[in-house]
DNA sequence: CGTGCTGTTGTACGATCGTTCAACAAGGTC
DNA sequence: GACCTTGTTGAACGATCGTACAACAGCACG
């Protein structure tokens, strides 16, 4: 054989689109593996299989890849989420239960996917910038939460015509099935994840569902 | 003035009791302040106004003065509610209010304090001494809590008599109150921090109270 | 006042951090 | 096959990290 076609490359040039996110892929691949040590420069590099040089090409500091990572990840959240409950049948109940099972179940019910997300809740005092990325990026999450629950809570008599009587949820009642139901599901999931044996994950479906329930009827009974 | 009695002191000698518990109360500061990367011995030491070789005088190394910290918030914590509880009135309810109030008020609601918890929680994973303290350290937390929802929950007509219908709770509407009140306590804490106008601290009590009394229905009504 | 114990200091060391940059080379173009 | 663009490499830099350790000094005691 010629030496010549047996020399294999040492390395493969990527268009920057795609090195970027692989580079974004490895933080949050270290990021689940080591925690806050993770983050480092020469971790991230090994863990794509680049040189140490390359992140500083393809991002100006380390502080931009960590901000474009939370982006991902806050992202692949709500994207998945929301595809969720997409997928679901086209009723507020059926749509709620595809958001809470989609919420605990894999790959967010995951004490690794914890480990991330405190990583990053760390930062956001302390760092604008992740702290833009947050408020960027919950939004999304927000207006999905927020779009089933009002569409939900009034159903009072009328089965088939579910905007008919939006009126009928008072903003304030909204505001606090928002403000709770967030919080038991932040609850729980936290919970699991620090101790995942502690209940199932149908449970917490279960829990959810019983407390949006209650406030229906607090709401329309 | 006789110069040698006016030479003040380079240092205060102190026992190591103080000591150490001054180099704890820095390390929260620090954390407080500058977040994960507040915790550099050089940061804590300039922090408690020692040099830096003093931390290692103290403490074997950086983690289990890490660790100590830990154990210290946590003690804090649980004793704080505590104390709050047995201050109540000796009624059920009351004690339940009581607990809530001292959650949602400080020095606990304090984004600065979730700031700590964060950082805490991010070791979680990767430091086996963190786990442990963790382990030792969130039982009272927990006997406490359960404690107080045991004799709430099955208070059906004997007013006056908290103990003697104990049997009513059967373990499992027990363990689910406790998990449901847990998440939904931790839920809207971890809210409120993360964004302190979004609602009342009075509210938030309303809502674990509302959510404790839709069990309470379930289970003796 | 002298002595001893030990809490405290501050320099030093090696490791690792984020970032820079000159040199290299992959892969398309002509 | 020569050339060019640019993605990529890896050594080097100064800063900072945790820890070690010899010297210092506060202060109780005789």
Chains 1, 2 share one sequence.
Not at 32 to 59: P, W
Request: hydrophobic share 45%; glycine share 6%; net charge positive.
């Amino acid at each position: 054989m010629r030496p010549r076609a047996v020399r294999a490359p040492r390395f493969e040039r990527q268009l920057p689109h795609r090195r970027r996110q692989a580079l974004i892929d490895a933080t949050i691949e270290c990021l689940k593996r080591y925690g806050h040590e993770g983050l480092s420069i020469r971790t991230i590099s090994a863990q794509a299989g680049v040189s140490v040089g390359l992140i500083n090409h393809h991002f100006p500091n380390k502080d931009r890849l960590i901000a474009a990572a939370y982006r991902h990840f806050n992202d692949e959240l709500v994207a998945g989420l929301t595809a969720a409950v997409e997928r679901a049948p086209d009723s507020p109940r059926a749509r709620l239960r595809a958001f809470l099972e989609a919420s605990f179940s894999p790959p967010n019910l995951d004490p690794e996917v914890l480990a991330v997300w405190v990583v990053f809740w760390g930062m956001f005092r302390h760092s604008p910038l992740i702290r833009r990325v947050q408020r960027e990026s919950y939004r999304g999450y927000v207006r999905l939460l927020h779009g089933m629950l009002e569409q939900l809570l009034p159903r009072a008599a009328a089965a088939g015509r579910r905007r008919a009587r939006r009126a009928r949820v008072s903003p304030l009642d909204l505001r606090f099935a928002a403000i709770g139901l967030t919080a038991l599901l932040d609850g729980l999931w936290l919970e699991w994840c620090l101790e995942p044996g502690a209940f199932q994950p149908a449970e917490a479906v279960r829990l959810c569902e019983a407390w949006v329930g209650s406030l229906r009827r607090r709401v329309a009974g």
